[in-house]
């Protein structure tokens, strides 16, 4: 059996949304014909020549860091990246990348290394930020005529929640006014203090839409200076974002932890490195699958007693140990993406079942291959 290119390309986009990824990123359908159809997918951290040849021919090369991706201009098959380009071209061979969408998606790269840990996942590390562009409008309008502008308003983009329209909420109150010389009052006098019963009500609308619904508003109104309120909408935290913070089902020392880290993450040369006190009690985890130093200010603001991640740069780690009690882990960067493949793996098989030949590549793609045992080590170089 078979799918189509296009089909599988749709479950990942839903899994791993394109918008999640970062403006800097390339992600999606790097090589191939989304009309062809496939008979497997191969998983992998890592596009490499390894990794291609256990590409069956006219299969799937599904991966998480992007073979192209900065100041591609070439892919001349003299180039290494390039010959393999024209490799997977030559075999009906496709690639496709999540990338930095996949970091940002949940699940993504983060729940399955907290998951590898054995940690339950309560919230993003990083909350995305998502675009609302929705404006709240609050409108106060005499009672009799709180229908027609409400209807004016919703004729104009206003009152739309998910999939509901004429959303509002609404209450009464005591309108008050002095109108002055040169005023043209629709109710009251010049001169004289006026009180209505007024409702103010509230509605959204689209940023894009403000001048229209404003146009909308005025003309239904029965006032010649209306009152109202215009709010830009802060968006809500949501379940998506860079990291997770996760909670062990039983405390246990930092020194037990980083035992735990070592033999849940697959070996390499680089091994587990950790700065900490090795008798601090951990219960509350930050993670972060990749590169993940730019997230040590928000992980001093975690309320967690542990940060694992990896590429921990020397200046930045020391800083964040004088100023914080969190402790750090950093582990190899292709090591802690690598718990990701078996989810997308998962993905892939709970949609297109025996369709679909899905499997995850075992060729370690870490570029280290060289390491000598560690110790455990006191503050004293001597």
């Not at 309108?175 to 509605?203: C, K, M, T």
């Not at 940023?207 to 802060?234: G, K």
Request: aromatic letters at 6%; a negative charge.
């Amino acid at each position: 059996m078979s799918v189509r290119l296009c089909d599988v390309i749709a479950v990942l986009d839903e899994a791993y949304p394109p918008r999640l990824a970062r403006s800097w990123d390339s992600v999606g359908l790097v090589c191939g014909d989304p009309g062809d159809m496939l008979d497997s997918v191969t998983i992998a951290v890592d596009a490499t020549a390894a990794v291609v040849d256990e590409v069956p021919d006219g299969g799937l090369l599904l991966t998480h860091h992007p073979l192209l991706l900065r100041g591609v201009d070439k892919v001349a098959a003299s180039t290494p990246k390039g010959a393999l380009v024209h490799r997977l071209i030559r075999t009906g061979r496709s690639l496709f990348t999540a990338h930095t969408n996949a970091d940002s998606a949940n699940p993504g790269v983060s729940d399955a290394l907290a998951q590898a840990l054995g940690l339950t996942v309560e919230a993003p590390l990083e909350p995305a930020s998502v675009l609302v562009d929705l404006d709240k409008w609050v409108i106060y309008v005499p009672r009799e005529n709180a229908a027609a502008v409400q209807a004016a308003v919703f004729d104009a983009g206003a009152g739309h929640i998910g999939d509901y329209s004429h959303c509002s909420w609404s209450v009464g109150g005591i309108g008050q006014f002095l109108p002055h010389d040169g005023a043209n009052p629709a109710i009251g006098s010049v001169g004289a203090v006026e009180q209505v019963e007024e409702d103010r009500f509230e509605v959204v609308a689209p940023a894009r839409a403000r001048a229209t619904v404003l146009a909308a508003m005025r003309a239904a109104h029965p006032y010649e200076e209306p009152a109202f309120d215009i709010f830009a909408l802060v968006p809500p935290p949501g379940d998506t974002g860079l990291g997770r913070i996760g909670r062990l089902g039983q405390p246990e020392p930092l020194r037990a932890f980083v035992a735990r880290v070592n033999a849940a993450l697959q070996r390499t040369s680089w091994g587990v490195r950790a700065a900490g006190d090795p008798d601090q009690v951990v219960s509350r985890v930050a993670v972060c699958g990749g590169a993940g130093d730019s997230l040590l200010d928000v992980v001093a603001r975690a309320d967690v007693q542990v940060y694992v991640t990896a590429d921990l740069r020397h200046h930045p780690a020391d800083e964040h140990r004088r100023a914080c009690a969190v402790a750090l882990i950093d582990v190899a960067h292709w090591a802690s993406e690598f718990p990701w493949c078996a989810q997308a793996a998962d993905v892939l098989r709970s949609h297109f079942g025996a369709a679909l030949e899905v499997r995850v590549s075992t060729t370690r793609t870490d570029p280290w291959n060289l390491g000598h045992p560690g110790h455990e080590l006191s503050g004293d170089p001597s």
